[in-house]
């Protein structure tokens, strides 16, 4: 009867570590959160390039969530609650294997496996080194400057190292994604030499294409903006506001130097340059400066009542071919300027109300 029941006793253990997950490769995320957020959605995802690959939803009770899964340390994960406009709190993650703690707030706190504390650590570190590159500019002119080429470079090379080193002992991770990104502007020889170093499955992640990408492609753009650079303006059909049809060539020679503004009403960063521009506007128009407004907006009523809402005091029109234009002066994002002399020769590039009261000052001083 004995060897019976220890022999059923055996079988069914087998059966039950049979069925049950291997906790080896499994991450537990335990998380709290304060009460007011009690019966509210909690979401897990996870993101690699533009492509979020994992999604996990629960309700949060008493004050707590929890996630568990298959391990996953090749990319951030995300966990957030909230909707904008309303509140939202969210912080990253990393998937290990164990026990990570979570505690959501406007200031979350993660504390977890092996991986979790090296990025914890790496987070602090980079924030001390960016702080210390800072402190080597001082805003001229609304421009930022380096004051102390010495001091800049010694605390740019700190910055490289301390990614570079990461990067060697987590090129198979989210951790060495991340310290990538802190090399995207050096040298191609330094950059690419550290490419080198990945592994070939680190090398054909979404997150390391799109930033060999997206350098191939800020290196293209910078060279067709600078073919534009002492060429003359390519004439456009553009609408006014009293519903009249001007071109370019109407306000060029009218004035030393035109500065033409491309914005839109939509975007945000165009609308916090008009101060920049109405500053330079201010300084510069009577002795001979001009700026004129191309809009790229597809609605004539929103575009009209922006230009009465932040009253624009230079002219401003809206192009009636926005695609062949950005081709032409290969606009890739806006706000963008480009500054022609009274011949119509575009004599600056890539130009936006922020630097424009440096560039402009070399022409009229």
Not at 69 to 87: A, C, L, M, Q, Y
Request: net charge negative; hydrophobic share 40%; glycine share 6%.
């Amino acid at each position: 009867m004995k060897k019976k029941i220890e022999g059923l006793f055996l079988l069914i253990l087998f059966f039950f570590l049979k069925c049950t997950p291997k906790l080896e490769d499994k991450y537990i995320i335990k998380g709290s959160i304060a009460e007011e957020h009690e019966g509210e959605m909690v979401m897990l995802f996870t993101l690699s390039g533009d492509s979020i690959i994992t999604v996990d939803t629960t309700i949060i009770k008493n004050g707590a969530f929890r996630f568990q899964g298959k391990e996953h340390i090749r990319d951030f994960s995300v966990i957030t609650t909230g909707n904008f406009p309303e509140k939202v709190l969210s912080t990253e993650v990393i998937l290990e294997r164990g026990i990570i703690k979570v505690h959501l707030d406007s200031i979350s706190v993660v504390s977890g496996p092996f991986l979790q504390s090296i990025y914890e650590s790496f987070q602090d570190s980079s924030i001390f080194l960016r702080n210390e590159i800072m402190k080597t500019f001082q805003i001229t002119n609304g421009k930022p400057k380096v004051i102390d080429d010495s001091a800049f470079n010694h605390a740019l090379n700190n910055e490289m190292r301390h990614a570079l080193r990461i990067l060697k002992v987590n090129s198979n991770n989210a951790i060495g994604k991340r310290a990538f990104g802190y090399i995207y502007q050096m040298e191609d020889e330094v950059f690419y030499s550290i490419y080198d170093l990945l592994d070939e499955t680190s090398k054909s992640d979404p997150d390391i294409i799109f930033l060999i990408n997206d350098r191939l492609r800020e290196k293209s753009e910078k060279v067709e903006k600078e073919k534009r650079r002492n060429t003359v303006f390519q004439d456009f059909d553009l609408l006014t506001l009293d519903g009249t049809t001007k071109r370019i060539s109407d306000y060029v020679g009218k004035s030393k130097y035109l500065f033409i503004d491309f914005w839109a009403s939509w975007c945000g960063p165009c609308i916090a340059d008009f101060q920049h521009l109405k500053a330079v506007y201010d300084i510069y128009h009577e002795k001979g400066f001009n700026i004129l407004g191309i809009s790229f907006d597809t609605s004539e009523t929103t575009w009209k009542k922006s230009v009465e809402t932040y009253y624009i005091p230079w002219e401003t029109v809206m192009v009636k071919n926005e695609k062949e234009m950005r081709v032409s002066y290969a606009i890739s994002g806006i706000p963008y300027g480009i500054l022609l002399d009274d011949k119509g020769i575009i004599v600056e590039v890539g130009v936006t109300g922020v630097n424009l009261a440096f560039e402009i000052r070399k022409y009229f001083e």
